[in-house]
C-alpha cells in the first residue's frame, strides 16, 4: 500500500518508528521532509512537492547490502525511461556525473526500510544548493514528471528484482549490477570515513564491498565514495 504524508521529519524513521503498524511492501512517500537523511550521515535536501523521498518496508528483513544494489537497479533502469543513467558505486544513481537518486536502508529488530530520494521536479535554483553536482528529470528534460507515476514504475521493477533474487538467487544480479558500475581494472580513490584507499579494482563482491589491489596488498572496502583516477 502506498502511504502519503505532507510533511515528515525523515521517511525511513518514520517507517521504522511504525513497522509493527505497517505491512511487508508498504511504501511511505512524503510531500517533504524536515530531516531527511543519506548515507554517512549527510542531510538530504527535501523541498516540498518537487521529488520522490519515500521509504520501502521490508519487514523482517536484515538490512543486507543486496537490497540497496536492487534499489539502485531498479531506480537506473526506470528513469531509463526518461534521461541516461548510470550507477556509481554503491548505489548513487547519476545522469553523466550528477547525481539524480540515493539510496539508504536503515534497520531495526522488526525489519528494513530502503530509502529512496530521487530528484523529479527540482528546480535549478533548489539544485544549487546541493553541496556535490546534482540534476533532476526536469533539469534534464525540460518537462515535470508525475512523481507518483514514476515512483509506481520504480517500486513495480524493485519488487520484481527482489522476487527474481529470491528465486534464482543473487548471482546474475550481481553480474548486472557490476557491469553498470564499470568499476573493474579502473583506478581509483575511495575516501572513507578518516581514510584515503587508492589502487585497481579487481573485484566486486558479493556483498556489494570493492575488493582493490593497493601498494599495501589488498583491501576491501564496504562504504565511501569512489573516484576514477
Ligand atoms: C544518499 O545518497 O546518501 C542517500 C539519500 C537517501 C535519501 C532518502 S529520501 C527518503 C528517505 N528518507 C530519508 O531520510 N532518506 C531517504
Known amino acids: 500500500m502506498l502511504i502519503q504524508l505532507k510533511t515528515v521529519d525523515s521517511t ?6 511504525n513497522i509493527d503498524k505497517l505491512s511487508d511492501r508498504d511504501v511511505i512517500l512524503a510531500e517533504t521532509q524536515t530531516a531527511g537523511r543519506g548515507r ?7 523541498p516540498s512537492g518537487e521529488n520522490i523521498y519515500c521509504s520501502i518496508v521490508l519487514k523482517n528483513q536484515t538490512n543486507n547490502p543486496l537490497l540497496t544494489i536492487l534499489a ?21 544513481v547519476l545522469v553523466g556525473s550528477k547525481k539524480i537518486c540515493g539510496v539508504f536502508a536503515q534497520s531495526n529488530s ?5 530509502g529512496i530520494g530521487v530528484n523529479i521536479n527540482m528546480s535549478v535554483k533548489n539544485l544549487s544548493r546541493i553541496d556535490k553536482p546534482a540534476t533532476s ?22 519488487f520484481l528484482l527482489c ?3 529470491q528465486r534464482e ?11 553498470e558500475l564499470q568499476l573493474i581494472n579502473k583506478k581509483v580513490r575511495v575516501q572513507t570515513v578518516g581514510k ?14 570493492l575488493l582493490i589491489e593497493t601498494a599495501q596488498g589488498k583491501e576491501k572496502v564496504l562504504a565511501g565514495d569512489v573516484y576514477v583516477v
Open 12 to 17: 525511513n524513521k518514520y517507517a521504522l518508528d
Open 40 to 46: 554517512l550521515a549527510r542531510d538530504w535536501l527535501s
Open 72 to 92: 539502485a537497479l531498479a531506480v537506473a533502469q526506470t528513469l531509463r525511461l526518461y534521461v541516461s543513467t548510470r550507477i556509481k558505486w554503491p548505489n548513487d
Open 110 to 114: 522488526k525489519g528494513t526500510v530502503i
Open 137 to 158: 528529470l526536469l533539469a534534464e528534460t525540460g518537462q515535470k514528471h508525475d512523481k507518483t507515476e514514476v515512483l509506481q514504475q520504480i517500486t513495480d521493477r524493485f
Open 163 to 165: 522476487d527474481q533474487a
Open 169 to 179: 538467487g543473487f548471482a546474475h544480479l550481481h553480474e548486472i549490477w557490476q557491469n
Open 196 to 209: 584515503e584507499i587508492c589502487g585497481t579494482v579487481i573485484q566486486i563482491e558479493q556483498d556489494g564491498a
